[in-house]
């Protein structure tokens, strides 16, 4: 199967969701501006897998210094929300190293509105890519800050071109506009397509939490996400279509209500 990445449109997918990210002393903090073009279709409440977005984005530099100069890559990623996200201003986020192993690292995220409030949390583990040869480049191991990009302009899953092929599958094209610095598909943009898959099982509602287990990369494409849902408790898993049907993601969901 052909890989979809000759798609080359002038700005990254994730840098529309506006992220802003700074490191102060042992911090980064990140903030971006909500639009309404970052709600779950059909309700007011922020996506879930767009706090998954940040919140890999901030540990990723989290943990870059651990691990310079190799890759880091993400082993988990789980986000939990403690009520529907209405925010329609602003999500600010802390990032914190909470360990930093020889072998695995561990990061934890904390949300809040733009009153203070918390409103939702994220942990998460980090390795070193495997291959040695993958190193960043000297510019990004040296962030002092992340500018803030663009501003979403259509749905997220448009701009993805995330599509339910029907109840309970998503699926998500390998793009230019949407790889890591591994040249994989963006583990933020695989949450996407969980997520999608989950929702299209119980319209209308949103994702309490969004637990992701990251088993190999997607490099073919298109991804293909598959739910289960009962009661509001999903199981998930996403496929690397074009690369022998590989299982790239193991993650569960729980909506709200």
Same mark, same amino acid.
């Given at each position: 199967?052909?890989?979809?990445?000759?798609?080359?449109?002038?700005?990254?997918?994730?840098?529309?969701?506006?992220?802003?990210?700074?490191?102060?002393?042992?911090?980064?903090?990140?903030?971006?501006?909500?639009?309404?073009?970052?709600? #779950?279709?059909?309700?007011?409440?922020?996506?879930?897998?767009?706090?998954?977005?940040?919140?890999?984005?901030?540990?990723?530099?989290?943990?870059?210094?651990?691990?310079?100069?190799?890759?880091? #890559?993400?082993?988990?990623?789980?986000?939990?929300?403690?009520?529907?996200?209405?925010?329609?201003?602003?999500?600010?986020? #802390?990032?914190?190293?909470?360990?930093?192993?020889?072998?695995?690292?561990?990061?934890?995220?904390?949300?809040?509105?733009?009153?203070?409030?918390?409103?939702?949390?994220?942990?998460?583990?980090?390795?070193?890519?495997?291959?040695?040869?993958?190193?960043?480049?000297?510019?990004?191991?040296?962030?002092?800050?992340?500018? $803030?990009?663009?501003r979403l302009q259509v749905p997220l899953a448009e701009r993805a071109r995330c599509e339910i092929r029907e109840p309970g599958v998503a699926t998500l094209p390998r793009t230019e506009d949407g790889l890591n610095s591994s040249q994989t598909v963006s583990?933020?943009?695989?949450?996407?397509?969980?997520?999608?898959?989950?929702?299209?099982?119980?319209?209308?509602?949103?994702?309490?939490?969004?637990?992701? $287990?990251?088993?190999?990369?997607?490099?073919?494409?298109?991804?293909?996400?598959?739910?289960?849902?009962?009661?509001?408790?999903?199981?998930?898993?996403?496929?690397?279509?074009?690369?022998?049907?590989?299982l790239a993601v193991l993650a569960t969901t729980r909506v709200f209500g």
């Amino acid at each position: 199967m052909s890989s979809d990445s000759d798609v080359r449109p002038s700005t990254h997918i994730l840098s529309d969701l506006g992220f802003e990210l700074t490191r102060v002393g042992d911090e980064l903090r990140g903030s971006a501006a909500i639009v309404p073009e970052m709600f #779950v279709p059909g309700t007011p409440s922020v996506r879930t897998s767009i706090l998954a977005v940040w919140a890999d984005t901030a540990c990723g530099h989290a943990v870059m210094a651990a691990v310079a100069p190799r890759v880091p #890559v993400t082993l988990d990623l789980d986000v939990h929300v403690y009520r529907p996200l209405h925010e329609s201003r602003t999500i600010n986020t #802390v990032a914190r190293l909470v360990k930093a192993g020889k072998s695995v690292c561990g990061v934890e995220v904390v949300f809040t509105g733009a009153g203070g409030d918390e409103l939702a949390f994220c942990t998460a583990s980090f390795m070193a890519a495997p291959n040695p040869e993958m190193i960043m480049p000297s510019a990004q191991t040296g962030l002092a800050s992340r500018p $803030r990009g663009g501003r979403l302009q259509v749905p997220l899953a448009e701009r993805a071109r995330c599509e339910i092929r029907e109840p309970g599958v998503a699926t998500l094209p390998r793009t230019e506009d949407g790889l890591n610095s591994s040249q994989t598909v963006s583990g933020g943009l695989i949450a996407l397509a969980v997520e999608e898959a989950a929702l299209s099982l119980t319209p209308g509602t949103s994702l309490s939490s969004l637990a992701l $287990r990251f088993l190999r990369p997607v490099r073919t494409g298109p991804v293909v996400a598959t739910a289960q849902v009962r009661d509001g408790l999903g199981r998930v898993e996403a496929r690397d279509a074009g690369g022998d049907n590989r299982l790239a993601v193991l993650a569960t969901t729980r909506v709200f209500g």
